[in-house]
């Protein structure tokens, strides 16, 4: 039976995507396939056009479903809109509110009766993910491939999806992809990416560093936090290298036991040990970690605001405060 309205929140997109086509499957069986579809958010729609929408007559189909996103971020004026319409609401309309977070207004809440949250795949639970999702693909992968596809995607499985779909583009699945393969690929490709990214990080200048992470975050596949999460994964990976360095182990040993094996990272991570003395990568670890639980509870605009700033504390200060 359909409700009269739904409330999902919480940062996993793949699973309430699929939520919400479900929904959409139990309209189409019960009220035909033709559905309209409106999106509203509190920031630039009129709440009034909202409710509108949703008592009006179909032009065109027999039912309505209307979208309001960012639903935490509705005024009191418009949550008091929604609480009246709720008391008596449309019977060929359905209104879904969506947030990313949990903090919807509490009124809000009781009047829908019930708030659906789709919590974020943990790291491991992402990784196995990934292997069903390549396995499904015919194109097996290995676990240190899986890692690095999590730590540079956004931690939810939409984001997931779409990079494993375009990954797969460049396999034939007639051997397992590995981080190696991975890795050759995006250092030999023409366009800017995290790798070239970090590379700057390790070889490069902060200016160049700084226009590489504006042009990705321009593209559909550089959001800051998803930038952030490649950087600290092979930030880790080059802490390894130079402990290891430290304790009198050969820059060609301790790279490969910290799984870099090409020749293009072997060189890139030496000239990052170089660069960083154990003790301050310890400290851009603790810098990686703020930011990322800054950028976390800020939005999108914000965190390309203070993208730049995040690397001239990694390049410059060297982690230090």
């Known amino acids: 039976m359909i409700k009269a309205s739904y409330?999902?929140?919480?940062?996993?997109?793949?699973?309430?995507?699929?939520?919400?086509?479900?929904?959409?499957?139990?309209?189409?069986?019960?009220?035909?396939?033709?559905?309209?579809?409106?999106t509203f958010y509190p920031y630039d729609s009129n709440m009034n056009d909202a409710i509108g929408a949703a008592q009006s007559l179909g032009m065109f189909s027999n039912f309505k479903i209307i979208f309001i996103n960012d639903t935490a971020e509705l005024k009191?004026?418009?949550?008091?809109?929604?609480?009246?319409?709720?008391?008596?609401?449309?019977?060929?309309?359905?209104?879904?509110?969506?947030?990313?977070?949990?903090?919807?207004?509490?009124?809000?809440?009781?009047?829908?009766?019930?708030?659906?949250?789709?919590?974020?795949?943990?790291?491991?639970?992402?990784?196995?993910?990934?292997?069903?999702?390549?396995?499904?693909?015919?194109?097996?992968?290995?676990?240190?491939?899986?890692?690095?596809?999590a730590g540079n995607c956004d931690a939810n499985t939409l984001s997931v999806k779409n990079e494993c779909d375009k990954l797969a583009l460049f396999f034939d699945g007639k051997e397992p992809i590995t981080l190696?393969?991975?890795?050759?690929?995006?250092?030999?490709?023409k366009e800017e990416n995290v790798f070239t990214l970090y590379d700057q990080l390790l070889t490069g200048t902060l200016e160049k560093a700084t226009e590489i992470a504006k042009n990705l975050m321009m593209s559909s596949d550089g959001a800051p936090i998803q930038l952030l999460g490649g950087l600290?994964?092979?930030?880790?990976?080059l802490l390894g290298v130079r402990t290891m360095m430290d304790h009198g182990v050969?820059?060609?040993?301790?790279?490969?036991?910290?799984?870099?094996?090409?020749?293009?990272?072997?060189?890139?991570?030496?000239a990052g040990a170089q660069r960083y003395t154990t003790t301050e990568l310890e400290k851009i670890m603790a810098t990686c970690a703020r930011y990322d639980e800054l950028f976390r509870s800020v939005r999108t605009e914000m965190?390309?605001?203070?993208?730049?700033?995040?690397?001239?504390?990694?390049?410059?200060?060297?982690?230090?405060?």
């Not at 499957?25 to 009220?31: F, V």
């Not at 050969?250 to 030496?270: I, L």
């Not at 730049?308 to 410059?316: I, K, N």
């Open 7 to 38: 409330l999902l929140t919480g940062p996993e997109l793949g699973e309430k995507k699929a939520y919400i086509d479900s929904i959409r499957t139990e309209i189409r069986n019960n009220y035909g396939d033709e559905i309209e579809e409106y």
């Open 76 to 149: 009191k004026k418009d949550v008091e809109l929604f609480l009246d319409y709720l008391k008596k609401p449309s019977e060929d309309a359905v209104l879904i509110f969506t947030d990313s977070g949990m903090k919807v207004d509490a009124k809000l809440k009781k009047a829908v009766g019930e708030e659906k949250i789709f919590w974020e795949l943990k790291e491991p639970q992402m990784r196995s993910y990934i292997q069903n999702y390549f396995r499904r693909l015919g194109t097996p992968i290995d676990s240190d491939a899986a890692a690095f596809i």
């Open 180 to 189: 190696e393969a991975i890795e050759e690929m995006l250092f030999n490709g």
């Open 232 to 237: 600290i994964w092979q930030m880790r990976r």
């Open 250 to 270: 050969s820059t060609y040993e301790a790279c490969v036991k910290n799984g870099v094996t090409t020749k293009r990272g072997q060189a890139t991570h030496s």
């Open 303 to 321: 965190q390309e605001t203070l993208f730049p700033v995040f690397l001239y504390e990694v390049m410059v200060k060297k982690g230090r405060k």
